[in-house]
């Protein structure tokens, strides 16, 4: 048991660590090329472009985390293909649970584990795309800020 949680403390802080990269990525990426309009605030386009860039990118970050479980599953237990352990880590990191896999013996609490991890990581991107909705709604013309 104390393995399994070792193995995901260490899953955890890297994927916490992907996430801080890609996010102060994508922020420095959205101020550089903030799109306004002529009374100063930024243009329909520009708002539905930050929005659904927004949604990939934590689209792909939700992916690229259950990856990162997936290359465990695949190193340490018994899935045949990357593929079956990547369905398998997309199902505990959306807590799905569909029961139709499950893992064996000493690392068996890796699933509930991820599961837990892909709960408060979704709940974390609920929030972030409130909040970047809520600081584009709250731009008013003729201010100079930045997104």
Request: charged share 10%.
């Amino acid at each position: 048991m104390f393995r399994a949680i070792l193995l995901a403390a260490i899953v955890f802080a890297i994927n916490i660590g992907l996430l801080s990269f890609g996010m102060a990525w994508f922020a420095s990426l959205m101020r550089r090329h903030a799109d306004t309009g002529a009374d100063g605030s930024p243009s329909f386009a520009y708002f539905v472009g930050v929005l659904y860039a927004v949604m990939l990118a934590l689209l792909a970050a939700s992916l690229l985390q259950a990856g990162v479980w997936a290359v465990v599953f695949w190193l340490y237990e018994d899935f045949a293909t990357f593929e079956s352990a990547f369905y398998y880590s997309v199902v505990n990191f959306a807590t799905l649970g569909y029961g139709d896999m499950v893992l064996k013996g000493e690392l068996r609490l890796l699933g509930p584990l991820e599961a837990i991890n892909g709960s408060l990581m979704l709940g974390l991107f609920a929030s972030i795309l409130f909040a970047v909705f809520s600081r584009m709604t709250m731009i008013k013309p003729q201010q100079d800020q930045q997104l």
